[in-house]
């Protein structure tokens, strides 16, 4: 079955109209002289997009590529304005970033729940001819037409909203990981690229309430940060994470020199990662060496982890996400890096 997340759109957007002015006259008995009575136009609606919780994809868009607001009202006589356009507001998932399809430029970052952007405004209604009358003219039959509303079209783009993002190459175990540390239940198998989109995960860290959001993207090949294999196209999904962690298949540790082995796929994964963008490289991050039950060896096993930290240049933890070993200290190590990055 195909996946129903889709994490870019665009839309085309259009503003109602504001409603034309009214040409009218008072026509009572025993006032002959009666004088001009025509109400404005009512402003067109706004299109406003606004952030719901209750959404993680941008699917709808898909089946909707045109929006448009209300038009205002026409005006009246006896000075009666016209009823304002209904604002249509759209709901969009949170960490929606708006782009102006034509020019690139940000329209907005919607981060918050109930967080809004006018995107594209209500024309103005026009003036009756009551708004026209003066000393040497009581009787203007002048009147105007309501401005048009706005237009344009609008890229989205969503970016998870996650404090750690999973990184590593594909079967390195970062979906069996988010499993056993979170209730995130994205499916795993034996063979590469079984995630084929984002999945964010609660991780319950302590006993007092204490929680922080992971996120895993598919896994990364080499060339991903120029387009190559799954990686690229979620990539976007880390930019707004404090911390990135890498994560590590150990039970490579056997293959030869050539093969690279874990150190090899550390340091081609961050290349990629570090490659993509500049954001990427002010991250504070960790690695985790994963599937150390698959490794015959403990005196290798601690030699690799030794040579990972001069490599990495940091602390390397070792576990077994499909064992649970090690999480424990993973998982405090991650609360450590987020109080550093948030202090």
Same mark, same amino acid.
Do not use: W
């Given at each position: 079955m195909a996946s129903r997340f889709i994490d870019r759109a665009k839309v085309y957007v259009r503003a109602g109209d504001g409603g034309h002015g009214c040409v009218a006259f008072r026509r009572e008995k025993y006032v002959p002289f009666g004088g001009p009575a025509g109400g404005d136009g009512g402003d067109g609606g706004n299109v406003i997009f606004k952030v719901s919780s209750d959404l993680n994809t941008l699917i709808d868009f898909k089946y909707r590529p045109h929006l448009r607001a209300a038009k205002g009202g026409h005006g009246q006589g006896d000075r009666r304005t016209g009823k304002k356009g209904e604002d249509l507001v759209v709901k969009v998932p949170p960490g929606t970033v708006l782009y102006d399809a034509d020019t690139g430029e940000l329209i907005a970052d919607l981060v918050h729940e109930g967080q809004e952007a006018v995107v594209a405004k209500g024309g103005?209604?026009?003036?009756?001819?009551?708004?026209?009358?003066?000393?040497?003219?009581?009787? @203007?039959?002048?009147?105007?037409?309501?401005?048009?509303? *706005?237009?344009?079209a609008i890229r989205l783009e969503l970016k998870s909203i996650?404090?750690?993002?999973?990184?590593?190459? @594909?079967?390195?175990?970062?979906?069996?990981?988010?499993?056993?540390?979170?209730?995130?239940?994205?499916?795993?198998?034996?063979?590469?690229?079984?995630?084929?989109?984002?999945?964010?995960?609660?991780?319950?860290?302590?006993?007092?309430?204490?929680?922080?959001?992971?996120?895993?993207? @598919?896994?990364?090949?080499?060339?991903?940060?120029?387009?190559?294999?799954?990686?690229? *196209?979620?990539?976007?999904h880390i930019e707004r994470t404090a911390v990135l962690l890498y994560v590590v298949d150990g039970s490579t540790l056997s293959q030869s020199e050539?093969?690279?082995?874990?150190i090899g796929d550390f340091v081609a994964v961050r290349r990629e990662v570090l490659a993509y963008s500049e954001q990427m490289k002010q991250k504070q991050?960790?690695?985790?060496?994963?599937?150390?039950?698959?490794?015959?060896?403990?005196?290798?096993?601690? *030699?690799?982890?030794?040579?990972?930290?001069?490599?990495?240049?940091? @602390?390397?933890?070792?576990?077994?996400?499909?064992?649970?070993?090690?999480l424990d200290s993973l998982i405090q190590g991650i609360r450590d890096v987020l109080a550093a990055t948030q202090g």
């Amino acid at each position: 079955m195909a996946s129903r997340f889709i994490d870019r759109a665009k839309v085309y957007v259009r503003a109602g109209d504001g409603g034309h002015g009214c040409v009218a006259f008072r026509r009572e008995k025993y006032v002959p002289f009666g004088g001009p009575a025509g109400g404005d136009g009512g402003d067109g609606g706004n299109v406003i997009f606004k952030v719901s919780s209750d959404l993680n994809t941008l699917i709808d868009f898909k089946y909707r590529p045109h929006l448009r607001a209300a038009k205002g009202g026409h005006g009246q006589g006896d000075r009666r304005t016209g009823k304002k356009g209904e604002d249509l507001v759209v709901k969009v998932p949170p960490g929606t970033v708006l782009y102006d399809a034509d020019t690139g430029e940000l329209i907005a970052d919607l981060v918050h729940e109930g967080q809004e952007a006018v995107v594209a405004k209500g024309g103005k209604g026009g003036r009756g001819n009551a708004r026209f009358a003066t000393a040497k003219n009581r009787a @203007p039959r002048r009147f105007e037409e309501g401005s048009p509303g *706005e237009e344009r079209a609008i890229r989205l783009e969503l970016k998870s909203i996650a404090d750690v993002g999973l990184v590593g190459l @594909p079967n390195a175990g970062k979906s069996t990981l988010l499993r056993a540390i979170s209730r995130a239940r994205p499916e795993v198998a034996s063979y590469p690229f079984t995630t084929l989109t984002p999945h964010l995960g609660v991780v319950e860290a302590d006993d007092e309430g204490e929680r922080f959001v992971v996120a895993d993207i @598919p896994g990364l090949i080499e060339g991903a940060s120029q387009g190559k294999g799954l990686g690229f *196209e979620f990539l976007r999904h880390i930019e707004r994470t404090a911390v990135l962690l890498y994560v590590v298949d150990g039970s490579t540790l056997s293959q030869s020199e050539t093969a690279g082995g874990p150190i090899g796929d550390f340091v081609a994964v961050r290349r990629e990662v570090l490659a993509y963008s500049e954001q990427m490289k002010q991250k504070q991050s960790l690695v985790a060496i994963n599937k150390i039950d698959l490794v015959d060896s403990n005196e290798a096993l601690l *030699e690799l982890k030794a040579q990972m930290e001069r490599v990495a240049g940091k @602390p390397v933890y070792l576990i077994s996400a499909a064992g649970k070993t090690g999480l424990d200290s993973l998982i405090q190590g991650i609360r450590d890096v987020l109080a550093a990055t948030q202090g």
